[in-house]
């Protein structure tokens, strides 16, 4: 799934996301070129909103960091995605409430 995200095939990464949640696997990092990048954190960057939303929902975890301490968070708003800042502020703060 991180693959099919990095070479900006949503489509693909969405057919995978249920196998890939099923397996428990949402959260495990890449290598090489995508080293400690999840899911999340490129679909933040990207501005995959949709990803992002189904993402959070399956429990990806939105505190893990990057190579350089970049949570999925500091990424989307680094590269301007507003939309998915907004969710990932809206799922922080009501994360915090639990």
């Known amino acids: 799934m991180i693959l099919a995200l990095e070479k900006g095939h949503e ?4 057919m995978l996301l249920p196998p890939t949640a099923r397996a428990g696997a949402l959260d495990v990092q890449g290598s090489g070129m995508m080293d400690r990048k999840s899911a ?6 990207k501005g995959l909103t949709g990803l992002v939303d189904k993402l959070l929902l399956l429990r990806a975890n939105a505190q893990l960091k990057d190579a350089q301490g970049k949570t999925a968070l500091d990424l989307a708003r680094e590269s301007n995605r507003d939309a998915c800042v907004s969710l990932l502020t809206l799922h922080a703060s009501s994360v915090g409430r639990n």
């Open 40 to 45: 999340l954190m490129i679909s933040s960057k």
């Open 11 to 14: 489509a693909v990464a969405e």
